[in-house]
Structure formats: C-alpha cells, structure tokens
C-alpha cells in the first residue's frame, strides 16, 4: 500500500518514516512525500491510475492548503482516500475536512497509534 505524505514542513518525512518503519521494511507501505499541494498533484498524476491509495495532508500551507488538495482529490482521483493534518484542532478546519470528505482528521503533534489504525484498516481491503 503506497500513501503519501503531504506537508510543507520536510522534518516530517524523517518521522514518518521512523514511525513506519517496520512496516516499511515488512513491504506492508510505501511512503512517498510531497511538500506543496502542487507537488502532491504532479505525483498523482505521474502514473494512471496513481499508485497512491491514501494521502494524508497538512492542512495550513502555502499556496494550495490541505482543504484545496482536498477537494481536487476527491473530484480528480475518487478512488484515492484522504485524511487531514493540522496543528490547529480548530472545529471550523475539522467541520470543513470532514464535510469535504476527509476519511479523518489529525492534530499536530501526531497520534501515530491512531494514524496507524487509520492505515491498518485499509492495508486488509
């Protein structure tokens, strides 16, 4: 299973990778990063369909935020599962998420328990 990392703040690709990292070198993920919501489009659309099956994506960035990633997602890529990151647990951005169609919501700093649920439920379909 291939997810992807949306975050403009690089210090996060080196957690997650220590955070997964057994599952990575089980084969179980794949992570991939993108550091812009553009970034995140180009490797989306570099293979058809998208190798990713799940984003996870800040929502406070420069140029396209989160909920704007998340909108072209979900209209774009329907198949492609998407779940929020912010440093705010503000109830306007988890409302905006959820109603956008985010899968879940997540506060900085991260629960990676959670967040690996989240991942485990759908390495089985």
Do not use: C, W
């Not at 072209?72 to 959820?98: C, H, L, W």
Request: hydrophobic share 40%; no cysteine; aromatic share 12%.
């Amino acid at each position: 299973m291939k997810f992807l990392v949306v975050d403009d703040e690089q210090d996060v690709e080196m957690l997650f990778r220590q955070k997964f990292r057994k599952e990575i070198r089980k084969g179980l993920v794949e992570i991939e990063f993108a550091f812009s919501g553009d970034e995140a489009i180009e490797i989306l659309k570099s293979n058809d369909p998208p190798e990713v099956v799940y984003i996870f994506s800040d929502i406070n960035m420069p140029g396209m935020s989160g909920l704007e990633l998340l909108e072209k997602v979900t209209e774009e890529f329907p198949n492609i599962k998407v779940s929020m990151i912010s440093a705010y647990g503000d109830q306007d951005n988890y409302n905006r998420a959820i109603e956008s169609g985010a899968k879940a919501f997540f506060t900085k700093p991260i629960d990676f328990n959670s967040l690996k649920e989240e991942v485990y439920q759908h390495i089985d379909e």
